[in-house]
């Protein structure tokens, strides 16, 4: 009786063993069914995301600046087969659904906008079961209106300050050295002229209180003397320069011209200190006294003539002599 009992007891524990191992077996069954089907419809662990609803794509990749009317792109990556997208412009209008046909793939679309502002551009996946994931962080795209709309280098602001059309290319500031400062300043008073318009190293105000023409600066020479600027100036615009300027003490003297040579008087002391030759500038060392040289040569023969004249050495007649008989 008690054999019985023990083999009954080892019964039922083999039963339940087995039961367990059936359990396990099924679930491995399943496991394996399940995946294999994920495998065969080739649905990875993105794919599994982005069919839940709570899937927030990453922005897309583009200009985040422009103008109006111009058509930029923007890329999307995605490893989703058989997934949609879909683009917010953030204009009120979006993109088709594209479809994703390969592993690894780029969506690209274009998109123009028609007025200025800042827009959100957006980007949401529909999966193959239809269910849309929320849509992404925005890329923000600003359209601003270009700051030369005629594209002729001059910043709208500063042409409409002057009164001058932005539009019009062939409407801008005047600007005689093309330095990008006006010659003038502004009609509302924001910007300030250039102070030397021909960029010839004088102001304009010493130009026209010198008399040479603050717009012109083939009037103007700029010299250095010792390591100083000092400025050689045409005021009649006849190729001469008959001014001579002196920065540093603001002194102005006249030149003389002689054979091409310009001769300076920095100092105005009514001599001259320096002489100015196809760009060379030498010392003055004085000119050489010829008129002393000939009246040199004149007198001292004279004189040389009346002394021996005084000797008794010369004589202006001749002495007779009588012989006696």
Same mark, same amino acid.
């Given at each position: 009786?008690l054999?019985k009992?023990c083999?009954l007891?080892k019964?039922?524990? =083999? +039963?339940?063993?087995?039961f367990?191992?059936?359990?396990?077996?099924m679930?491995l +069954?399943v496991? @394996?069914?399940f995946?294999?089907f994920?495998v065969?419809?080739?649905?990875?662990?993105?794919?599994?995301?982005? %069919?839940?609803?709570?899937?927030i794509?990453?922005?897309? #990749?583009g200009?985040?600046?422009?103008d109006?009317? @111009?058509?930029?792109?923007?890329i999307f990556?995605?490893?989703s087969?058989?997934?949609?997208?879909r683009?917010?412009? !953030?204009? $009120?209008?979006?993109? &088709?659904?594209?479809? +994703?046909?390969?592993?690894?793939?780029?969506?690209?679309? =274009?998109?123009?906008?028609?007025?200025y502002?800042?827009y *959100?551009?957006?980007?949401?996946?529909?999966?193959?079961?239809n269910?849309?994931?929320?849509w992404?962080?925005p890329?923000?795209? =600003?359209?601003?209106? /270009?700051?030369?709309l005629?594209k002729?280098?001059? *910043?709208?602001? #500063?042409?409409?300050?002057?009164?001058?059309d932005?539009k019009?290319?062939? &409407?801008? /500031?005047?600007?005689?050295?093309?330095?990008?400062?006006?010659?003038?300043?502004?009609?509302? !008073?924001?910007y300030? $002229?250039?102070?030397?318009?021909?960029n010839?190293g004088?102001?304009?105000?010493?130009?026209?209180?010198?008399?040479?023409? /603050?717009?012109d600066?083939?009037? +103007?020479?700029?010299?250095?003397?010792? !390591?100083?600027?000092?400025?050689?100036?045409?005021? =009649?615009?006849?190729g001469?320069?008959?001014?001579?300027?002196?920065?540093q003490?603001?002194?102005?003297?006249?030149?003389?011209?002689?054979?091409?040579?310009?001769y300076?008087? #920095?100092n105005?002391?009514?001599?001259?200190?320096?002489?100015?030759?196809? !760009?060379?500038?030498?010392?003055?060392e004085g000119?050489?006294?010829?008129i002393?040289?000939?009246?040199?040569?004149? #007198? @001292?023969?004279? %004189?040389i @003539?009346?002394?021996?004249?005084?000797?008794?050495?010369?004589?202006?007649y001749?002495?007779?002599?009588?012989?006696?008989?």
């Amino acid at each position: 009786m008690l054999r019985k009992i023990c083999s009954l007891n080892k019964y039922k524990k =083999n +039963v339940k063993f087995n039961f367990i191992i059936f359990l396990f077996t099924m679930f491995l +069954v399943v496991f @394996v069914i399940f995946f294999s089907f994920i495998v065969l419809l080739n649905l990875n662990k993105n794919i599994c995301v982005t %069919a839940s609803s709570s899937y927030i794509p990453t922005p897309p #990749i583009g200009n985040t600046t422009g103008d109006i009317n @111009v058509e930029y792109e923007y890329i999307f990556y995605t490893s989703s087969i058989g997934s949609n997208w879909r683009f917010d412009w !953030g204009d $009120g209008s979006y993109s &088709d659904w594209t479809e +994703v046909e390969e592993s690894d793939s780029y969506i690209s679309q =274009n998109h123009s906008w028609k007025s200025y502002g800042e827009y *959100n551009v957006r980007i949401k996946n529909k999966n193959i079961y239809n269910q849309e994931s929320q849509w992404s962080l925005p890329l923000i795209v =600003n359209i601003t209106s /270009p700051s030369d709309l005629d594209k002729d280098g001059w *910043n709208n602001k #500063i042409e409409e300050s002057y009164k001058k059309d932005p539009k019009n290319p062939n &409407d801008y /500031p005047l600007d005689t050295d093309s330095d990008g400062i006006p010659d003038d300043n502004s009609d509302d !008073g924001k910007y300030t $002229g250039d102070l030397d318009d021909d960029n010839d190293g004088l102001s304009d105000l010493i130009e026209k209180l010198l008399g040479s023409n /603050p717009k012109d600066n083939n009037d +103007v020479l700029n010299i250095i003397i010792l !390591g100083k600027n000092y400025y050689l100036i045409d005021t =009649n615009n006849d190729g001469d320069s008959n001014i001579f300027y002196n920065s540093q003490t603001n002194i102005q003297t006249k030149t003389s011209i002689k054979d091409g040579r310009i001769y300076l008087d #920095i100092n105005n002391d009514k001599s001259w200190d320096y002489i100015y030759f196809k !760009g060379i500038i030498s010392k003055y060392e004085g000119e050489f006294p010829w008129i002393y040289l000939i009246i040199l040569f004149i #007198i @001292v023969p004279i %004189a040389i @003539v009346i002394i021996l004249f005084k000797k008794g050495i010369l004589f202006l007649y001749e002495e007779e002599y009588i012989k006696e008989k």
